[in-house]
């Protein structure tokens, strides 16, 4: 048998045994499975279950979504950007509406905190909403896929999913469960064809599902309220077989849209907003550095950035998209000249995007065949009838782009009619400035606010100067930036402003910032813009809109728009003091309804005013809002404005950012600032009041607010005084020699905790009394050796030996806030002499052999056994300096200023 199975299967019998057990156990399996469907399902269970926790549908959709959003095409640049959030991604910051102490958050971390299970995000019109939910998919979705190829949790099954929806594509009027029916498409689409409905199923029970609801201000009127049930629905699902409640989800909106339905959304969704805050002149720093592969010499981000502030128009770049089309045109045109308006960049940006690919723009390219003008004229078109069909700026259709294209082609120049496929086909594909919405045929222009630029355009080509299609939009939301294109570019806007007003004096004030309007127009507007702040819970609204008039090119309505702001910020100051001092939390609610978001706003366009009455009223503003990095900037531009000096507020604005400047983060915002253009210090000067060679440089912000805080005698605001201006006004010499003495100072950290410190003291006490008991009764001789009853001395001086360390030795803490300097040798405090005594008596038979080996045992004892535990320095992070050259040698530890006389990392 055995040389049988050898022969013809070239096996052994062994071998040939273990084969057909195999085989048996496999038949038997196939058998099992045909006979008994329960058994099947079983089996699938298992297999999806094995494959679920070994993180596979996971990777599998994060692959898919990585490739899908985790780049994005910068269209300016006319280049794809990976949407790395450590490379060319700059975080965005948030702002709580509700919250003081979240005053300033990065937008990742609000999203990733423990902050709730609903968040809604607000932001203005390019300010980056869409990139911030796409960034933080992509961002940990990677960090998941980091933690497996570096040996972390093989199965990630703590690590959320994202599935990102585009409200405006949510079909939620076809049926019930609309936002489930688009998590299982978006599963579909990356391949986990099998059961979608069963990995959603266990995403959302082991809470990893994570749904980022984006856009609910492009959602159309006539679709908001089957949107809004839709996502109600699924935000409260308690079905156990689809329990959809215990998602998190994040919805985006535009803020101006978002106040008009607040209350269709809160607090049911959420008792709170984060609203995007504007790029601060450090975010704008890093957004062109991170794209510094764009630039070509001669030019460079450091030329970029001193063209743009040499513009005098950096505050219009702090939106992200505004700065992105900047940074764009820069890099691709030789000639271009960074402009002084809004309207005037959309339109050199538009015009460039759609003439950059041809021959004479880029030769690298393949020429275009049709003509820029031509493609302009069909978008400006589309864009405005897209919008009028819907009241609303949607997409639009493929067809309807051809149809409007067949109609104008005897008006074109560059277009015969047979040829209007292709020449729609190269808008499309060439241009940058649309793209394929969706796989049934609709078209979106890349940003809504280029499909506002370009309706707002048609709008102003219309017989009548747009005016009687103003009126009959003037009161709507989503025709709001539309309408402030159109106001800027009217040559004369006398009658486009008075239709505005009569409908929408707030945005009517906005506009005033860049209309061309007569006096007594401009006066009618704020007149009633006035009368409206004076109204309880107005004065957020109103009041930006009276300080974007202070903006205006006319001196007489930006003089009236100014005195009107200072009358209504400062009324009825006095009326709410308590024990003559300002309640700032009563001026808060007065003037914002307590509001801390409204408040920065505010702080903002006062800052931006370029008026020092106005801008003078940043110090008084600041003090209504928790100290955070947002205030430098503002504060910091009010104090860069010409004339700001000889406004007695001045003082009040140098203080407050010699506050902020405590905290290292306000602190770099500080430094990452532009610099002080009227003021110049001598270099004596700046020595004098800041005499550190090793630390911040003279030329730095805060070493000329140093100069202005000496010049004016100001000091930081707290109930504390700040060390650093305490050494400088005591003692001049000590300040001055402060670096000096600081580095031949040597430092001792020790880490120690109180009940280590306390439990010893007790042990060591207990122990010398004992022994010291013993000696006492037992072997009273060995206390009398050498010098008798003259041994009393001994323990004397081993107990004033400590005391005359501590005058060596000084001890403070770090680094908390606030802390108070703890001394060793607080005689002052001792109540009993007793355990000192004890410790020495009980160590005094040492002295027969050596009465120095005694003193320094004693000594050591004493110390820490008894003066160590007694002044209470635990539990604390300590170091010692030794010696003590420098009285004021604290502010190097003092965490409100040590980062003043270090040198930045």
């Known amino acids: 048998m055995r040389e049988t199975f050898d022969r013809l299967l070239h096996l052994s019998v062994e071998q040939a045994g273990l084969l057909v057990a195999v085989l048996g156990l496999v038949g038997t399996l196939v058998t099992t499975l045909k006979l008994s469907a329960r058994m099947r399902r079983l089996a699938g269970l298992g297999i999806r279950t094995f494959a679920y926790r070994a993180g596979i549908p996971s990777r599998k959709y994060g692959r898919w979504f990585v490739r899908k959003y985790a780049s994005i095409e910068n269209v300016y640049l006319d280049r794809v950007e990976a949407l790395d959030l450590a490379a060319t991604y700059v975080p965005l910051t948030v702002t709580s509406d509700s919250n003081p102490s979240d005053a300033e958050l990065l937008g990742t971390d609000v999203m990733g905190a423990n902050r709730g299970r609903k968040i809604i995000v607000l932001g203005d019109p390019g300010s980056g909403k869409s990139t911030l939910l796409r960034a933080y998919g992509a961002g940990i979705t990677k960090r ?34 609309a936002v489930e029916q688009y998590l299982l498409k978006l599963l579909i689409d990356a391949g986990i064809t099998r059961r979608p409905e069963w990995c959603l199923r266990r995403l959302l029970k082991d809470g990893r599902c994570l749904v980022l609801l984006d856009g609910l201000d492009e959602v159309a009127e006539a679709r908001y309220h089957s949107v809004l ?99 764009g045109l820069y890099v691709r045109d030789p000639a271009f000249i960074i402009p002084s308006s809004i309207p005037v960049l959309y339109d050199a940006m538009i015009s460039e995007m759609l003439r950059r690919r041809s021959a004479d723009s880029s030769p690298v390219s393949q020429s275009l065949k049709f003509d820029a003008m031509d493609k302009r004229r069909l978008l400006r078109d589309i864009a405005l009838k897209s919008a009028e069909l819907s009241n ?71 017989e009548d100067g747009g005016i009687n299609f103003i009126s009959e939009r003037a009161s709507h939301d989503a025709w709001r930036q539309s309408l402030m294109f159109v106001v800027a570019s009217a040559p004369q806007a006398d009658e486009l402003l008075i239709r505005i007003a009569s409908v929408s004096p707030e945005l009517a004030g906005h506009a005033l910032a860049s209309a061309r309007v007569s006096k007594e127009v401009a006066a009618g507007v704020l007149a009633t813009l006035g009368d409206r702040a004076r109204q309880q819970g107005q004065v957020k609204i109103i009041v930006p809109a009276i300080l974007a008039a202070t903006r205006s090119p006319e001196p007489a309505i930006s003089d009236t728009a100014v005195q009107l702001v ?199 006490t207990l122990g010398a009394a004992t022994w010291a008991t013993y000696l006492l009764f037992v072997d009273f001789g060995r206390l009398t050796r050498p010098y008798g009853m003259n041994n009393a001395v001994l323990v004397l001086l081993s107990m004033a030996a400590p005391y005359m360390a501590h005058r060596f030795i000084r001890i403070e803490r770090l680094p908390a806030p606030g802390s108070m300097q703890y001394e060793l040798g607080c005689f002052s405090v001792v109540f009993a002499p007793l355990p000192p005594i004890a410790i020495s008596v009980a160590l005094l038979p040492i002295a027969a052999s050596s009465v120095v080996l005694f003193l320094i045992a004693a000594s050591v004892a004493n110390f820490v056994f008894f003066f160590l535990p007694l002044a209470r320095v635990a539990p604390l992070t300590h170091v010692f300096y030794i010696p003590a050259l420098n009285p004021y040698r604290h502010v190097y530890s003092d965490p409100g200023c040590r980062h003043w006389v270090t040198k930045p990392q």
């Not at 594909?429 to 355009?457: K, M, N, P, Q, Y």
């Not at 309804?593 to 366009?605: E, I, K, M, P, R």
């Not at 305490?726 to 109180?754: C, G, M, S, W």
């Open 144 to 177: 998941a896929w980091g933690a497996i190829l570096l040996g972390g949790d093989w199965r990630p099954t703590k690590g959320e999913v994202p599935f990102l929806i585009p409200l405006r594509k949510l079909r939620a009027e076809s049926g019930a469960n």
């Open 229 to 327: 049930q839709a996502v109600g629905d699924f935000c409260e699902g308690e079905n156990t077989e689809l329990p959809t409640g215990l998602a998190r989800v994040v919805l985006t909106c535009r803020r101006q849209n978002f106040l008009k339905i607040r209350d269709d959304w809160m607090p049911w969704f959420s008792d709170e907003f984060y609203m995007l805050a504007p790029f601060r002149d450090s975010d704008v720093q890093r957004y062109v550095a991170k794209r510094k592969s764009a630039f070509h010499s001669p030019k460079s981000p450091k030329t970029f950035l001193a063209d743009l502030k040499a513009s005098g128009n950096f505050d219009l770049h702090r939106s992200p998209l505004i700065l992105a089309m900047s940074v």
């Open 392 to 462: 609303h700026f949607e997409s639009f259709s493929r067809r309807d782009l051809i149809t409007h294209a067949e109609f104008l082609s005897p008006e074109l120049t560059s277009v015969g009619r047979d040829q209007v496929d292709e020449f729609v086909e190269e808008i499309v594909t060439r241009a940058g400035l649309v793209f394929d919405a969706s796989d049934d045929g609709l078209l979106s222009f890349t940003h809504r606010s280029i499909h506002e630029f370009l309706a707002a355009e048609a709008i102003s080509r219309m």
């Open 566 to 764: 200072r009358e209504i910020l400062l009324s009825n100051a006095e009326d709410e003091q308590t024990d003559g001092q300002v309640d700032q939390e009563k001026r808060l609610r007065a003037l914002f309804g307590g509001d801390t978001f409204g408040a920065l706003q505010v702080l903002d366009d006062v800052a931006n005013s370029n008026s020092p009455q106005v801008a003078a009223l940043s110090g008084e503003l600041a003090g209504l809002v928790p100290n955070n990095a947002r205030l430098v900037a503002p504060l910091w531009r009010s104090l860069n404005t010409p004339g700001i000096e000889n406004e007695p507020a001045c003082k009040a604005i140098i203080s407050n950012l010699l506050t902020l400047a405590m905290k290292p983060d306000c602190f770099v915002e500080l430094q990452s600032q532009e610099t002080l253009g009227e003021r110049e210090f001598s270099g004596r000067t700046l020595s004098e009041v800041y005499p550190f060679k090793r630390a911040v440089p003279l030329s730095s912000n805060f070493v000329k607010l140093l100069a202005l805080a000496d010049e004016l005698s100001v000091e930081p605001l707290g109930p504390k005084p700040c060390p650093f201006f305490e050494a400088k006004r005591l003692d001049p010499k000590a300040f001055k020699n402060l670096e000096r003495d600081n580095r031949y100072t040597v430092k001792v950290p020790i880490h120690v905790t109180q009940w280590f410190l306390t439990t010893l003291a007790i042990v060591g």
